[in-house]
């Protein structure tokens, strides 16, 4: 009798994944402990960062309303224009350490870590360690993550859950289990909480990976992915439906709606508005884009990624990626329908298209550090390509394809490092030479040993360029409501321009990371650029009148786009910066009222609120134009005693259909109450009519 023995599978179709070894746990501890010790060096010099979003951590540390809504300020007027779930993280931080710079930063250092981690893990899987590492360092490196990893905005826990959700899914496609879909929708559905729509650019990529390569038959996956859309459903529907159900006139008004409801701010502001530029209560004018697609927020099209703003940010790899993906799809063009390899690529790159296309063509609100959302994509087919490439470089048509993404990551790094000329200029040359050998050399076939050499001349040319933007990005300050990654580039559209970074010392925060000598740093840009405030807005912290000049009714005029070093009242894109004088002042029987202070806008109520840990009400909301609170409420707070101060002087957008609900409240304030002016800002004693 014959026995027959079946072959074992070939090994790129195992799902079980590769043994963990020595080298490569090293390996994986150098990658981890190196990029958290990168991520926290200099860290407490961005002091509170986005004033914005810190003063709701400061809120949300003192009062667990706040903490549940996301509200600007612990008394509870209006939310911030986001669900909460980015803000809990840092606020149960700064419940455990106090409120300071580091106890606020630390966690986001920390989900940028596990990011890096969870890429690894996910990439792994499929494609084995080398690659897992690349991808890991590549997103460790890249200049828009380095940034966003240690900053306070909600895209550091939306970039952690949408590498989870991939990561539940890569698993759902090993063993085809219900629970790995399941948990795929709760990440996503939580995702929501962290920044709404944005992270349902996944959920096409991930459904498609598995419908096509689920391990159960078709119908059976096709109910798993329903199964999965209600996880997502439950992950978010929780706290929407507790925030709906809640009696209006008891919870903060939701901020960027209209109507005082966080299904309008889904489904319009933060929603299909990006998406065709019509924003009720945005900065500016939505809609269509004049001729060319040049709008306040940049011009339209398929080479966006690649524009100044944000080029240095994320476009390193793109175009060596997107060729990757085609090379690997080729290489499993005959293997099983549930071959987990092509699923990755699946995934990874319909990440990556569905992302890109969209960050490209939407026409609404967009700033260049919305790319961070690309980075794990970007970086898992970085290092899917690279173990492909190498293992199938027997091939001469493989080797052409890796000469060529050498040869685009060449002139990429070539055109990106030439837009800040001055910026170590040696190194855009020294990837040029090394990319043009490389490039000829990875063509024809080497010895093991020179083929090494080869690649770690690929590695220098795609990782040299990000590398250095991260180092100076890590070396530099960065605060403000639109931080940029790496040096100035004369990126300027609209509101998108360089790093918002503080001069001087003036606001840096104490030895301890706290700023109560003057609050942490705001958002100056550097020397000699714009300041990012788009046209018909004033640029100097003033109040914007009809036609778009700052208003000359007595309101404190700053000088630097409303980030003032001392006594600054702020304006949109940075928080304002008290002196010691006004926080004094404040602070005089501050406990005694509900609000110690009002002040058109978010930011320029932030920084008093910061450097006074006492409620300041944020009229307005962000943009100073939701109707929150009406002139009705506002006189009967003061009525009431519950608001202490108004501060002139700060502003939101022009935008909006209630933009007149702020300026009827200052009207009426200016009319009723005499000015006081305290190292250059203007306040309005409420307690004090005019006789």
């Known amino acids: 009798m014959t026995t027959t023995i079946a072959p074992s599978p070939p090994a790129d ?304 790899l793109i175009p060596a990626a997107l060729l990757t993906l085609v090379v690997g799809l080729a290489l499993r063009g005959r293997a099983p329908r549930t071959d987990p390899r092509r699923a990755a690529l699946i995934l990874w790159g319909g990440w990556l298209l569905v992302t890109g296309l969209v960050f490209s063509f939407m026409a609404g609100i967009f700033h260049q550090y919305y790319t961070v959302a690309l980075a794990p994509a970007v970086a898992a087919l970085a290092g899917i390509g690279a173990a492909q490439i190498w293992d199938s470089r027997d091939r001469l048509w493989v080797r052409c394809a890796g000469a060529m993404a050498i040869a685009l990551t060449t002139a990429t790094a070539w055109m990106l490092l030439s837009r800040s000329a001055s910026f170590q200029p040696w190194l855009r040359w020294a990837i040029l030479v090394v990319g043009v050998i490389a490039t000829v050399a990875f063509v024809f076939p080497l010895a093991r040993k020179q083929s090494v050499i080869v690649a770690l001349a690929a590695a220098f040319i795609g990782l040299a360029g990000p590398i250095a933007y991260s180092v100076d990005t890590l070396a530099s300050a960065h605060s403000g409501a639109i931080p940029s990654a790496g040096p100035s580039s004369g990126g300027m559209h609209g509101m998108g321009g360089p790093g918002m970074r503080p001069g001087g010392d003036g606001g840096r925060p104490g030895a301890d990371g706290s700023a109560r000598d003057g609050a942490a740093p705001g958002g100056t840009p550097p020397d000699g650029a714009a300041t990012g405030a788009p046209t018909g807005m004033p640029s100097d912290g003033g109040t914007p009148g009809q036609d778009g000049t700052a208003a000359s009714d007595g309101a404190a005029q700053g000088t630097n786009g409303g980030d003032q070093r001392m006594g600054g009242a702020g304006g949109l894109l940075g928080g304002s910066r008290p002196s010691d004088q006004i926080v004094t002042l404040l602070e005089s029987n501050g406990t005694d009222y509900t609000w110690v202070a009002a002040a058109v806008g978010s930011n320029s109520a932030a920084g008093y609120q910061l450097a006074t840990e006492l409620p300041v009400m944020p009229v307005g909301g962000f943009n100073g134009s939701d109707p929150s609170p009406t002139l009705e409420q506002f006189q009967q707070y003061v009525a009431d005693g519950k608001i202490h101060y108004f501060v002139a002087g700060g502003r939101g957008g022009p935008g909006g259909n209630s933009a007149s609900t702020s300026s009827a409240i200052t009207a009426w304030v200016t009319a009723n109450y005499t000015a006081t002016t305290v190292d250059g800002v203007t306040l309005y004693d409420l307690t004090q009519p005019k006789s």
């Open 13 to 316: 179709t195992m799902k079980a994944p590769p043994t963990r070894q020595r080298w490569e746990r090293t390996a994986l501890a150098a990658l981890l402990l190196g990029t958290l010790i990168a991520y926290l060096i200099n860290l407490s010099a961005n002091g509170w960062a986005n004033d914005f979003y810190a003063a709701a951590v400061q809120a949300g540390s003192q009062s667990w309303e706040a903490f549940f809504f996301g509200s600007s300020d612990a008394a509870n007027s209006i939310t911030v224009d986001k669900p909460p779930a980015s803000l809990w993280v840092m606020e149960l931080s700064v419940r455990l350490f106090g409120l300071n710079s580091w106890s606020m930063l630390v966690p986001q250092v920390l989900l940028g870590v596990a990011s890096v981690a969870l890429l690894w893990a996910t990439v792994r899987r499929s494609f084995g360690p080398a690659a897992g590492l690349i991808a890991g360092t590549v997103l460790a490196v890249t200049p828009v993550a380095v940034l966003m990893f240690r900053f306070n905005n909600p895209d550091a826990l939306l970039v952690l859950l949408m590498i989870a959700a991939a990561w539940a899914m890569t698993r759902a496609v090993a063993d085809g289990r219900w629970r790995w879909l399941l948990l795929t929708g709760a990440f996503i559905g939580f995702g929501f909480l962290a920044k709404q729509l944005q992270v349902l650019l996944v959920v096409p990529p991930l459904a498609l990976m598995y419908l096509i390569a689920g391990p159960p038959k078709l119908g059976k996956r096709i109910a798993q992915l329903f199964a999965a859309c209600a996880a997502m459903v439950a992950g978010a529907g929780w706290w929407i439906v507790a925030v709906e159900l809640w009696p209006s006139d008891s919870r903060p008004w939701i901020g960027g709606s209209q109507n005082n409801s966080i299904i309008e701010l889904t489904l319009g502001y933060n929603g299909l508005g990006r998406l065709n530029g019509n924003e009720t209560g945005s900065v500016g004018p939505g809609g269509e884009l004049p001729a060319g697609g040049n709008g306040m927020w940049g011009s339209t099209g398929i080479t966006r990624m690649f524009e100044p703003a944000q080029g240095g940010q994320i476009a390193w």
